[in-house]
């Protein structure tokens, strides 16, 4: 059985940091791409950044290039996604999921498996 567990979040002030991880039980994440989403209150879930098994294969949303960073590490089964200078529109509940491919995309609905979510919120 597949699982994704996100953790990592919670509450800072605007311009501060935080690490989300996913770890995943059931599978391998280096043969899958990784993609991380998020959803605010009363929006429609976006897509943040992913990346592809071999981990040169990245994809970040424009409203987070540059201060967001995904990472995989295969000894630990996780994939990171580092958050710097975090601002208040990035206040959201934020997903993990698999693509069951190698290549990432940002698209939902290319994720066949997802994780509970993690909330965090940036402060103004």
């Known amino acids: 059985q597949v699982q994704l567990v996100e953790s990592g979040g919670g509450l800072v002030q605007a311009g501060g940091s935080l690490r989300l991880s996913c770890a995943a039980s059931g599978l391998t994440l280096d043969d899958y791409a990784i993609g991380w989403f998020r959803q605010a209150p009363g929006k429609e879930r976006e897509g943040v950044s992913c990346?592809?098994?071999?981990?040169?294969?990245?994809n970040y949303a424009d409203s987070v290039k540059g201060r967001f960073t995904i990472s995989r590490d295969s000894a630990k089964n996780t994939v990171y996604l580092q958050m710097n200078s975090l601002k208040p529109e990035d206040t959201a509940v934020y997903y993990c999921?698999?693509?069951?491919?190698?290549?990432?995309?940002?698209?939902?609905?290319?994720?066949?498996?997802w994780g509970q979510g993690t909330q965090v919120t940036a402060s103004s």
């Open positions: 999921a698999i693509r069951m491919f190698r290549l990432c995309v940002l698209g939902e609905v290319a994720y066949e498996y």
């Open positions: 990346i592809g098994s071999s981990g040169t294969n990245t």
